[in-house]
């Protein structure tokens, strides 16, 4: 059974006639974003906000109507996945380097729903790297920082080169192992100037849904 794909499917039926949805990036939310299309083709209006080159460019091709971030006042619901997430639902992303965006939207909705296969839910975070998303600009001077915290930094690189997000800044994963300190994280990291954002998003929904082989589990918060 594919995991990721019935958690997607399952999470786009949550998505109701002129809402405004943000579209997740990743490989989970890719499968919502293709029966989002699907249900669009279908007679289901909505307008979708992207968190990622990638996602638009998916939507676009599937004709679902887009909306720029800076015309939204509010978005009904959000749905993206996660790379670990624990019980109190506090999440690491950004694995596929859209962290930024993705949490501009989640925070501009009125309900979050993060979505995923069962391999991401874990009992502390700290096991998957989390991504930090940094001005390029003094960025050298930002990673040994986080070197002095003891964050065990490597910057992210693809093809030999600087990873370079779709806002033309850096990545640096922080390899904290597990358990991770995520107040200390959160309050260390934000405070070094260079710091766009983090991959923290700490209890920032209610409702998570995880596809399993024994099918998909929509899990409430506590």
């Given at each position: 059974m594919n995991q990721k794909k019935i958690a997607g499917e399952k999470a786009a039926e949550y998505i109701k006639d002129g809402m405004v949805v943000g579209l997740g990036t990743g490989s989970?939310?890719?499968?919502?974003?293709?029966?989002v299309g699907e249900m669009v083709k279908n007679g289901l209006k909505i307008q979708g906000v992207p968190t990622s080159k990638a996602t638009e460019e998916q939507a676009r091709s599937l004709g679902i109507p887009?909306?720029?971030?800076?015309?939204v006042d509010h978005i009904d619901l959000d749905i993206d996945g996660v790379d670990e997430?624990?019980?109190?639902?506090?999440?690491?992303?950004?694995g596929g380097g859209a962290l930024f965006r993705e949490k501009v939207v989640a925070s501009l909705a009125k309900e979050v729903i993060w979505i995923m296969d069962e391999s991401k839910l874990v009992d502390k975070l700290g096991a998957f790297p989390l991504p930090i998303e940094i001005l390029p600009y003094g960025y050298q001077i930002v990673f040994k920082k986080m070197e002095e915290y003891g964050f065990n930094p490597k910057m992210r690189m693809k093809e030999g080169e600087l990873f370079v997000?779709?806002?033309?800044n850096y990545?640096?994963?922080l390899h904290l192992g597990v358990p991770a300190d995520i107040e200390d994280v959160k309050a260390k990291?934000?405070?070094?100037?260079?710091?766009?954002?983090t991959g923290q998003f700490l209890k920032m929904c209610?409702?998570?849904?995880?596809?399993?082989?024994?099918g998909v589990k929509v899990i409430e918060a506590k």
């Open positions: 989970t939310a890719r499968y919502m974003v293709d029966k887009l909306l720029d971030i800076n015309d997430i624990d019980g109190d639902f506090n999440a690491t992303k950004g997000t779709d806002n033309g990545i640096v994963d990291v934000n405070g070094i100037v260079g710091v766009l954002e209610k409702r998570i849904i995880v596809g399993t082989d024994e």
